[in-house]
């Protein structure tokens, strides 16, 4: 029993040390066998190579210098690490197949923003928000960024945050082919927001920062139906969709007269809780409509309003924005209440 079961033993060591035996055998012999040649293969974004092949092959030496090499004499991992420091090449994989030809497989980073910076340069981003030199081999369709800060090799962390919310955006816009053909261009602002500048029609569309992109895209999209079918959308000179739940939007050929955000959500908030609000401020306006579409218009100071603020303030002075003070007071509408009668001139009381 013991005798049979140390044969069977001794029969898988010895296939174990056979095993090792050919296959040192086999890498001896194919070290012994000379490279034949090299085949490239590169993996292009739809078809389009930005990687020059004959650029690989220069960086590994050239083709006289590996072929008819011993295969054993050429380390194939040295020269992955070598390709892929190409800022274009994301991965590289060389082995040799059974012709002992070189194989090189090249896979690209995919750009999904073309930068501008303040200084007149431009880069590449892709998803991973590595910056890539622009390609002399092909201009790629992506979105355009314009007014980035900074093209130093090291990002500040500000900076480094909006590169991430470019990619962001970017990307969304590269996964729809409706908004990649419609917007044209993003400027991104001083406090780091985003303003779109579309292709077809004569508004500016305020984004804000790259939060609740899905959101803010699909607001955008029912009103650019609706006002397409009611008016045409180059009725609005400006549509902001950075608010939740509500797309703002300013008609063409009326001087936007929003002086802050604060000011701006407080309109907003008050038409949302039933009320429109006249301000004796020139530089407010008045949010006119419901639901998830508002229309901001400027408003005129009245006469009203302005001997309440000169009563209230006397070194403030109120101009109207045409100059000129209606000859009727602008009221105080609720929506739940008819509107008020013309006020009759308060009667002095005797003191």
Known sequence: MNFKRETIQLGWILSGVLCVVLFTAAMQLKGDKLCKGIKVSIDGIGGLMLVDENKIIEIIGGREAMEHRHIVDIDTRVLEAEIEKSPWVKKAD???????????????????????????????????????????????????????????????????????????????????????????????????????????????????????????????????????????????????????????????????????????????NALMNGTIVVSEDSTDFVAIGGGDTLIAKPIIPTRLGAKKAIKKNKSKKITPLNNKVPKKPLLIVRKSKPPLKKAKKAEKKPV
């Open 94 to 268: 060389l082995f040799f197949d059974n012709k002992q030809q070189l194989c090189i497989n090249i896979s690209e980073r995919q750009p999904v923003a073309r930068v501008f910076t303040l200084n007149g340069g431009s880069f590449y981003v892709d998803s991973g928000a590595v910056r890539l030199p622009p390609s002399s081999r092909i201009s790629l369709r992506v979105a355009t960024f314009t007014n980035f800060p900074s093209e130093r090799d090291g990002l500040s962390t500000p900076d480094s945050l909006l590169l991430r919310n470019v990619v962001k955006i970017g990307q969304f816009l590269q996964s729809d082919s409706f908004w990649n053909a419609q917007i044209g261009q993003v400027y991104i602002t001083p406090q780091a927001t985003f303003e779109l500048i579309p292709t077809i029609g004569n508004h500016t569309i305020i984004l804000g920062d790259a939060t609740d992109i899905e959101e803010k895209f699909a607001r955008l999209y029912v009103f650019y139906k609706q006002a397409w079918l009611q008016s045409g959308i180059n009725k609005y000179s400006k549509l902001d969709i950075q608010y939740k739940n509500q797309v703002v939007a300013v008609k063409s050929g009326i001087v936007s007269a929003v002086a802050d955000t604060a000011k701006a959500r407080a309109a907003i």
